[in-house]
């Protein structure tokens, strides 16, 4: 018998961090990024400033969750300022999907519309990917397409509010690396 199975086991100063590519969050982030990118080059000028921005908005969102499982070790308070961005940027490109159907008199689909249940439900696709969208963004019309986005967008930033909620509870019934820094030094003196 292992007699390390009754020692209390020590915890770690920086825990398990990353893994982000395996959050749902990431993933529909990601799906909406490259969405984006096509979305734009098809129905949005390139050399509009709207055209980067909402590029850069879809990015935003994307590369802040993985930066912020990154920083989650040795810091939450990170790891929770660089989710809260992610989910602000998703907020801005939902904004600028709203724009781009109210300025070209488009219907915005109201949750129960068919097609976006339709959408809503590729959410529990195994192995899900832009692959999973491709035809409502590439060769559908720009209602369609915009609608599809602000679907996943929609679906992003539920799943980024649970995180958030999460992380929040976890900060406060742990604290942070600053904490277990302090409680490290702590024991370490008593010995």
Known sequence: MNNKRNEKSQPTLIPPHGGYRSLKSYQTAEIIYDATVVFCNRFIDKRSRTHDQMVQAGRSGKQNIAEGSMASG????????????????????????????RQRGLPCWEKNHSQAQSIRKLAWEKN????????????????????????????????????????????????????????????????
């Open 74 to 101: 040795t810091s939450k308070k990170s790891e929770l300022k660089l989710i809260g961005v992610a989910r602000a940027s998703l907020e801005e490109l939902l904004l600028d999907y709203d724009d781009f159907l």
């Open 128 to 191: 899900r990917s832009y692959e999973t969208y491709r035809t409502y963004i590439e060769a559908s019309p720009p209602e369609t397409a915009a609608n599809t986005l602000i679907c996943l967008i929609h679906q992003a930033n539920y799943l980024l509010d649970q995180q958030l909620r999460q992380l929040e509870k976890q900060f406060l019934e742990e604290g942070g690396f600053t904490e277990r820094l302090y409680q490290a030094r702590q024991e370490a003196r008593k010995k």
